[in-house]
């Protein structure tokens, strides 16, 4: 399986993901400031998952970068990553339209979850394929941000029965952990690119 | 026809089919588990057509690896491919709101032969245009998988009619047995790089 | 404008237009085959307009082959072309759900004739941009096809008011003339290949 | 990150806004011309977006043309610029649906204006990291349609709530001055070639 290819599903799955996500921002029947207010929640919803998505993307470049060999488990693990962020559309627009109620907070909690855990996994085996000297591990060094957004998504999805107001923003939270831009991949690929 | 250009148009369709199909998962209206509760056959649906699209992108992509020259039926066998696999959004929707109710739960698998058939005919057509020693042919073998699969998508079809469960287990099968990645076409090709 | 560019965008429109076009084959309520039966009509609309518009993709392909620079002109010429094609998903659900009545089956032969005159201007375009020895009108002779098309739609659209039947058998006729592998362009560009 | 990826990435959120805003324009229940009357002002809105996406397209294209490396400020001001544009087509549509209303056409106007805000950051963001001898300064001049089209707009924000009619002629008109096409960057661009 050629990596650019595998690249290239990926980046239109993701393309195509946070693009429909807008459809769920249906067009309102009416013309008034007051048809639109229900929406405002659906808007809100939108722009948080569009950055989530927008950090998938970017932070999925980085570590296929890395990538030498696609092999079967990580052509799967990398399907089983587009499955859940594929479930985000709809997470997003259940939470939008309820406005933030428990249930719909907390699902959304569990889809980020879910993609959490498929990234680790893909990362895993890429960084397995890569045998002892793997570019991969050294970049991501001690991958505080990989085990931090787990543990805060759970809190987030427990929260969520509580106040939807910190389930809400433990999301943002995370997202402005990640949104920091990771220049840990990019750092050890330019001191190798040094090093020749 | 180049064939970097089939390759991409395939993959950006299937790349949409694989994603909007999840628009039939629709957004209930209610933030209840109970709302929740008549969308799990949807999403069950979801992930069968998911697997099922990943392992034809998947091995089409493998064809099309061992392809030289893309000519006339060859580029209409592989649109007569997406043209069925187009409709699996239509039946995975159809089939997963009615609960896999006896019709649906047969189409779905008519559709699922039709592509199967689908494929079988771009296969031969790729092998032909391949002469002699084409290397399509060495790789698939027996093709067992291929062969096999049709058969039980009519048993699955004649099955639904009688108990949705026969088919329902068909399908998860018949996906299991392509989810096993097919090492047969890598295989061949490094024997090839090998003898070089 | 890289030329590469504007292939990979068009192809990239048709694509979601081919496929998105299924969406207009909305999943029934009900589980029975006369839930099914008023799809009929959608669905053979889809079939025609899937045949078209790969058929549009494949020759959009041969012609953008012989193309050595994009200007401005013919830019906005193939956006003009990707317009109408991005109306047929409209027009080809309203056609089928009025089980091709009157006025649905004559707006789905002016949006045909629209993007046969709109390919017709980016067709002659290429050919001033290329100069004396323009490799495309070689490639293209007389044109009847492409001369032929339109007339076709005329009457068609006429047809629409007094039979559907003539009007649809006129579209079927126009897709099989075109169906036939247009190898003009490719038996030119073998002759200047040859001939070096 | 690799700037083709980006390249492609913007291109395929752009070619998928470009052709699901078309989904706005929904299948009339009824086979006569009078269903299609109330789509008038949808589509002539969906024509006026086609274009403004074609000219962010455009432009785009070319203003990346200019780039060399791309950091992590550029990948998020690009970002930033695919979320409004992602708006365009809720906008269109509500637009559309109200027949130019008052709030639907300001708020219309209120998308187009933070679009060109975000392609203003991204361009002056692309502009520092080029340093002293930016190629893309050069090339974009006094940039002054950049500067006159979001006063434009803000005028037709304003205006949208006394006459919808001066608002509309305005987004006409700003979607004109862009049309002229934008040979600033290529002339500059080849007097680089011819200087070497």
Do not use: C
């Amino acid at each position: 399986m050629n990596k650019n290819r595998l690249e290239a599903f990926s980046d239109g799955v993701i393309a195509i993901i946070i693009t429909i996500m807008v459809l769920e921002l249906k067009v309102p029947h009416g013309e008034t400031a007051g048809t639109l207010k229900p929406l405002l929640p659906v808007l809100l919803s939108y722009v948080l998952s569009f950055i989530y998505l927008a950090i998938y993307w970017n932070n999925h470049h980085h570590m296929l970068h890395t990538l030498h060999q696609v092999t079967g488990p990580i052509l799967w693990a990398n399907l089983h990553l587009l499955f859940w962020l594929s479930l985000i559309p709809f997470t997003t627009g259940w939470m939008g339209e309820n406005h933030f109620a428990e249930l719909p907070t907390a699902l959304y909690g569990i889809v980020l979850l879910m993609a959490a855990v498929a990234y680790f996994i893909l990362q895993t085996l890429i960084i397995a394929s890569q045998g002892r000297e793997s570019l991969l591990r050294k970049a991501i060094g001690s991958d505080w941000k990989g085990k931090l957004s787990p543990v805060l998504y759970l809190i987030a999805i427990v929260a969520a029965f509580e106040s939807h107001w910190v389930a809400k923003a433990i999301y943002v939270l995370v997202a402005l952990i990640w949104l920091v831009p990771d220049r840990r991949i990019e750092r050890v690929l330019l001191q190798r690119e040094g090093s020749k």
